[in-house]
Nanobody, 129 residues
Framework: QVQLVESGGGLVQAGGSLRLSCAASGRTFSSKVMGWFRQAPGKEREFVAAIRWRGGGTYYADSVKGRFTISRDNARNTVYLQMNSLKVEDTAVYYC??????????????????????WGQGTQVTVSS
C-alpha cells in the first residue's frame, strides 16, 4: 500500500499562486498514476489533474487547464500541483491519490475516483476575493 501526505495548502488572494506537494511512501514502486482531486463544501469530489509515473503524461480538468501544472520528482517520490491565477471557485480541500492496482489507466479512467486506491488526508486551499 502507498501512504500519501499532502502539504502546501493555505489562504491566498484571487490571482495568486500556491504549490501543493504530495509525498508518497510505502510501496511507491507500484504506483502507476498519481492524481489530484478536490472537494468543495456541498459538492462532490472532482478530478483536477493526473500524471503517469512512467512517461510523465499529464492530464487536466478543463476548469484548471492552462492555470495548474502537475509534475513529479521520482527520486523524492513526490508529486506537485502548481496552481497559478487562482480563482475563488478553486477553494476546496485538495486530495492526492495513487493508482496502483490496474494494469492500464486510460485517459478516461484516470479521471475517475474509482481508479485510485490510496488517498491522502487532504489539504485546504482557500482563495479570497
Amino acid at each position: 500500500q502507498v501512504q500519501l501526505v499532502e502539504s502546501g495548502g493555505g489562504l491566498v488572494q484571487a490571482g495568486g499562486s500556491l504549490r501543493l506537494s504530495c509525498a508518497a511512501s510505502g510501496r511507491t514502486f507500484s504506483s502507476k498514476v498519481m492524481g489530484w482531486f478536490r472537494q468543495a463544501p456541498g459538492k462532490e469530489r472532482e478530478f483536477v489533474a493526473a500524471i503517469r509515473w512512467r512517461g510523465g503524461g499529464t492530464y487536466y480538468a478543463d476548469s484548471v487547464k492552462g492555470r495548474f501544472t502537475i509534475s513529479r520528482d521520482n527520486a523524492r517520490n513526490t508529486v506537485y500541483l502548481q496552481m497559478n491565477s487562482l480563482k475563488v471557485e478553486d477553494t476546496a480541500v485538495y486530495y492526492c491519490a495513487a493508482g496502483t492496482t490496474s494494469d492500464y489507466y486510460s485517459e478516461n479512467y484516470l479521471r475517475q475516483i474509482g481508479a485510485y486506491d490510496s488517498w491522502g488526508q487532504g489539504t485546504q486551499v482557500t482563495v479570497s476575493s
